[in-house]
């Protein structure tokens, strides 16, 4: 069975970092596409970045590019996003997700809350 | 980017009924080279992470009920639940997977008794 299990969701001033995790088991991690989707409190789907199976190509929406660092432990199956210089519109809660191009299956998700 | 956009944003619907939801893409998401049309649909329950019901654009995901069907080309796409049931009160998105990893979705459609 496929699960993918978050953290590192927390409670952050602006200016902060935070690291987020996935765990993911049941399929073989690095043959797979994974990503980082959010969504705001009451708000719709919004995708933050994406890291290919090799952890070499990585991809970052515009809102949160030069801030965000996705990247991944295959030998752990961990997928991370390093979030630095938060700002009060990155509050969300955070999604991993396995993509075989559509992102099939997903993590409950971890709470961002940034605020002062 | 391509632009994902929802209509309506919300709908009341009787138990039994239809319902449809429309979704437009800003450019066509058809790929020639392989005669598909990258579009899918997500459920999302409160408390929930999206779950996929169809992609392909028509094609339902294994376990979803045929009550849910999906139709559509090019730029103009529908999701249709044929009788609405009690369990399908959700928030449901389009989504294009044309440009993955970097994915767009609809603004979402509440779907309501």
């Known amino acids: 069975e496929v699960q993918l299990l978050e953290s590192g969701g927390d409670f952050v001033q602006p200016g902060g970092s935070l690291r987020l995790s996935c765990v993911v088991s049941?399929?073989?991690?690095?043959?797979?596409?994974m990503s980082w989707v959010r969504q705001a409190p009451g708000k719709g789907l919004e995708w933050v970045s994406g890291?290919?199976?090799?952890?070499?190509?990585?991809y970052y929406a515009d809102s949160v590019k030069g801030r965000f660092t996705i990247s991944r432990d295959n030998s752990k199956n961990i997928l991370y996003l390093q979030m630095n210089n938060l700002r009060a519109e990155d509050t969300a809660i955070y999604y991993c997700?396995?993509?075989?191009?559509?992102?099939?299956?997903w993590g409950q998700g971890t709470l961002v809350t940034v605020s002062s | 980017d391509i632009v994902m956009t929802q209509s309506p944003d919300s709908l009341a619907v009787s138990l039994g009924a239809r319902a449809t939801i429309n979704c437009k893409s800003s450019?066509?998401?058809?790929?020639?080279?392989?005669?598909?049309?990258?579009l899918a649909w997500f459920q999302q329950k409160p408390g929930q992470p999206p779950k996929l019901l169809i992609y392909?654009?028509?094609t339902r995901k294994s376990g979803v009920p045929d009550r849910f069907s999906g139709s559509g080309s090019e730029t103009d796409f529908t999701l249709t639940i044929s009788s609405l049931q009690a369990e399908d009160v959700a928030i449901y998105y389009c989504h294009q997977y044309y440009t993955t990893p970097l994915w767009t979705f609809g603004q979402g459609t509440k779907v309501e008794i």
């Open positions: 890291i290919l199976g090799n952890g070499v190509t990585t």
């Open positions: 450019q066509s998401i058809f790929y020639s080279s392989n005669n598909k049309t990258y």
């Open positions: 049941g399929f073989s991690f690095s043959s797979y596409v």
């Open positions: 997700a396995k993509t075989t191009g559509i992102p099939d299956s």
């Open positions: 392909w654009a028509s």
